[in-house]
Each structure stands twice: as structure tokens, then as C-alpha cells.
């Protein structure tokens, strides 16, 4: 599984698919920040975070493969840093640190949903647009969101839907104080998560790197 190691400064990566197993990230301070965040995720969100990364970097991945959000702008000057134009092996630590901020804003919509809760209150049929919004303002890019981004995110929102009936959520008590800390439990659909092995084995989304988008639309 690909990561930062402290304090060398260095990307470590599996080989397969070619490329270096050790990449510097001089000039990427961004990315070592980032896995900073994503260590401060996985110790308020427990094992859980290893799928929320996940599918976050499976999303990132194909907004980079479809050229959308910072495909042409802000991942185009890193892979100018790193020196490989458009390499598929180096694709997660491209995009790394935009899919810390998703695989954040997935653990706040998980938070209201393992409460039977929709994001922000939304109405239902809204949870999508509401969230997805947020998203985008996290990541700086609202317009790039709303021109096509959203598309990658409104599939994981699908995934992970609130089911229960309108009706029987409003008869729920409120969430107890303190119900935004603590670990998250696995959840639909994440059941049985895998806890080695590669990342993207713990996505709940179909699409994989070099497969087509299309299906996403």
C-alpha cells in the first residue's frame, strides 16, 4: 500500500504497474501534510478510514483519468515537480491530497448517516447535492464540481444511502453529545473490510484506474 515515510520525505509504493517503489517528495510538502491528516483521520474514524481513503482515491483517480477538478491545474504542476507527465503509476500520490479532504467529508456524511441522519438536515433526494457542494468547497474547486466532478460522488452517495423510511427516521431519538467523535463502525456497504491487501480492495465502487468512466455518467 503506497504512503508517506517520516522523516525521510519519501512516497513508498508498490512496483507493479511500473514505476519506482520510492519517489522524494521535494517541492510536495502538500503531500506530507496530507498524510499528517489522514493519520489524524484514521485516529478519530478507526479501521473505517481504510475504506473512506479508499473509495476517496478511487474517486480522485478517475476525475484525474477523465481530465476533471485539478487533472489540468493543480495535479498537471505536481507531476511537473515529480518530473512524469501523466504516468498511471503515479496517479495516488498525485492526487493524494485532494482524496485526504474527500475521504474527511465522507467520514462527516458517515457520521450523520450511522444515525439515520441526512447531511446537513437536507431533505431527502438533496443529501447528494448538499454534500457533494460541501465537497467542493472543501477542495476549493466548486466549479470544477458542479461542470462533472459530482458525477464520481453522487455514485458513492448511492452506495451509501440512507435507507431507512423518512417516517422512521423523524421517530428516532437524537443522536447522545459527543456522537461527531469516536470511532465509526463499518457500515453498509463495507461489510467484511478487508483490513491488508490492496487500497482499492477496500472500495465499495466498481470502477478501477484505466477502466472507462463512462458508466459513471
Known amino acids: 500500500m503506497a504512503g508517506v515515510r517520516a522523516p525521510s520525505r519519501q512516497w513508498l509504493r508498490s512496483t507493479a504497474g ?10 510536495l510538502g502538500e503531500v506530507v501534510r496530507a498524510h499528517r491528516r489522514r493519520v489524524r483521520l484514521q485516529q478519530r474514524v478507526g479501521p473505517y478510514a481504510r475504506a473512506l481513503l479508499a473509495d476517496a482515491l478511487q474517486v480522485a483517480a478517475a476525475w484525474w483519468q477523465g481530465r476533471e477538478m485539478g487533472s489540468e491545474t493543480l495535479w498537471a504542476g505536481r507531476e511537473a515537480v515529480l518530473g512524469t507527465g501523466r504516468q498511471r503509476w503515479a496517479v495516488l500520490l498525485v492526487v493524494y491530497p485532494e ?30 447535492k448538499r454534500w457533494i457542494g460541501f465537497v467542493g468547497e ?41 456522537y461527531r467523535a469516536g470511532h465509526l463502525p463499518v457500515m453498509d456497504p463495507h461489510q467484511g473490510l478487508p483490513v491488508r491487501g490492496a487500497l482499492e480492495d477496500a472500495s465499495c465502487l466498481d470502477w478501477r484506474l484505466g477502466r472507462s468512466v463512462t458508466s459513471a455518467e
Not at 19 to 26: C, E, K, N, R, Y
Not at 106 to 128: D, H, I, L, T
Not at 157 to 169: G, S, Y
Open 18 to 27: 511500473g514505476g519506482p517503489a520510492q519517489v522524494s517528495l521535494a517541492g
Open 99 to 128: 482524496a485526504v479532504i474527500v475521504a474527511e467529508a465522507m467520514a462527516v456524511y458517515e457520521r450523520q448517516r450511522q444515525w439515520g441522519r441526512e447531511f446537513a438536515g437536507g431533505a431527502p433526494g438533496w443529501v447528494s
Open 138 to 178: 472543501r477542495l476549493a474547486m466548486p466549479g470544477p464540481m458542479e461542470c462533472g466532478g459530482y458525477r464520481m460522488l453522487r455514485q458513492w452517495t448511492l452506495q451509501h444511502r440512507v435507507t431507512a423510511p423518512v417516517v422512521d427516521r423523524l421517530a428516532l431519538p437524537a443522536p447522545p453529545p459527543g
